[in-house]
């Protein structure tokens, strides 16, 4: 009877939580009102009226001219959009949104909650919900960024298909990076932990699906990759602050390139060691988890939606005992504290002291860190989600 009373207790403070949430979320609203998906649609429209693809342009008050900036597969892969009416679309994409937050929800917490024997549905819910507040999660949906996409086809290949030993593991990897350039570095994370055969046939998904692009539009495939890819025009100003990329950071400060060239070869170099490092000890989320934080801290650009790898993060921290600093992540990512510092263009930010560096890049220096706070355990008997039995695990020192 105390355990029933207790499991009701717990039940009812979680339906209290879930209320407060979507309270929260009601009144923080849509406030992008899906900006990325309009510049989508007229991007689309423009191209399948007979324009240059990538000539298409859309004024924006504080970054000047925003573009299409991805390759001629992910215009392919965005046409139905384009096709719907506003409304229609708006609706697909959110049902694709949180249809995607709830089963990679899945995917990550399943196996941990399996592992520790607690509820499964209840843990469900309460990560759903946690995650839905994290700010990469709501901006993505707000701006109806195609990142959720992404999200899905990566975690798909190596929670899914690479344990299975799948034949088609690295497809799906390799058909984001021909959507978006930004998902590549899971080819590299692939190649680096020696799984040869998925990463390999991750180049050949990429490269079939472009080639699929080349034939179907010639012209928007030429000019991308000769043109459009080596300007960078149209992906917004570097020093905008919700860039939270270690170029972003620099460029707020009017730092030297050659810095930036140093910082990100060493991101890259330690990163990938850990990751590989998580990897071959069979940590497949750790592994994956620091992949993810290398390419948004390497990328010349990298939007506060980009930083979906905060989700996984706090599921490792949580498993791993880590609870503090999983609950420093969920409360400062959640609060969106970068955000309600500054969202616009950096003004005197060598004024704002450093509590104001710290705000202002905060979500950069938390990846950075990340990048060697997240423990990597050596895991032996893998589930297909690259989980195990508690007695299994151990932390790598």
């Known amino acids: ?15 209290l939580f879930v209320a407060l949430v979507a309270y929260a979320h009601w009144w923080y609203g849509i406030r992008h009102h899906f900006y990325d998906l309009t510049i989508y649609r007229l991007a689309i429209d423009w191209w399948l009226d007979g324009h240059d693809l ?3 342009t859309k004024p924006d008050d ?17 046409v139905p959009f384009a096709l719907l009416t506003k409304n229609a679309a708006v609706t697909v994409y959110a049902v694709i949104a949180v249809a995607g937050l709830l089963v990679t929800t899945y995917w990550l917490v399943a196996p941990v909650v399996r592992r520790h024997g607690w509820s499964l549905p209840f843990m469900l819910v309460l990560s759903t919900v946690v995650f839905s507040t994290l700010e990469p999660i709501r901006e993505t949906f707000s701006f109806g960024q195609i990142n959720v996409l992404l999200i899905v086809l990566i975690l798909a290949d190596l929670l899914i298909l690479l344990p299975r030993e799948s034949r088609w593991a690295g497809v799906l990897i390799g058909l984001a990076a021909a959507i978006k350039l930004t ?6 994370y692939l190649l680096v932990s020696r799984r040869y055969r ?18 179907v539009a010639p012209r ?39 810095l930036w060239v140093l910082l990100v070869l060493a991101v890259v170099a ?3 060691w850990r990751a590989r490092r998580a990897a071959l000890a069979g940590d497949e989320l750790v592994g994956l988890t620091i992949a993810g934080f290398v390419g948004c801290l390497a990328s010349p650009i990298t ?19 880590r609870r503090w600093l999983a609950v420093l992540i969920a409360v400062t990512v959640g609060v969106g504290m970068v955000s309600l510092y500054d969202q616009g263009l950096p003004v005197d930010p060598w004024g704002k002291g450093v509590l104001g560096f710290f705000i202002e890049n905060w979500y950069v220096l938390l990846a950075a860190a990340l990048l060697f706070a997240l423990p990597i355990r050596r895991v032996d008997g893998q589930t297909t989600s690259g989980g195990a039995p508690a007695s299994e695990v151990a932390t790598v020192r």
């Open 1 to 15: 009877m105390e355990a029933g009373r207790l499991k009701a207790v717990r039940w009812g403070l979680l339906a």
């Open 54 to 56: 990538y000539t298409f």
């Open 62 to 78: 504080t970054q000047g001219a925003l573009g299409f900036t991805y390759p001629p597969f992910g215009a392919m892969v965005l």
């Open 183 to 188: 998902p590549a570095i899971f080819i590299v």
């Open 198 to 215: 998925a990463g390999i046939t991750a180049i050949v998904s990429a490269a079939v699906a472009t080639l699929l692009a080349a034939a």
């Open 220 to 258: 928007a495939s030429w000019d991308f990759w000769s043109d459009t890819l080596w300007k960078g025009d149209g992906i917004g100003n570097k020093a905008y602050i919700p860039n939270q990329s270690l170029r972003g950071l620099l460029a707020r400060y009017d730092a030297p390139g050659w």
């Open 270 to 272: 330690v990163g990938l």
């Open 303 to 321: 939007w506060i939606h980009h930083l979906y790898w905060f989700v996984p993060a706090l599921v490792v921290l949580v498993d791993a005992g």
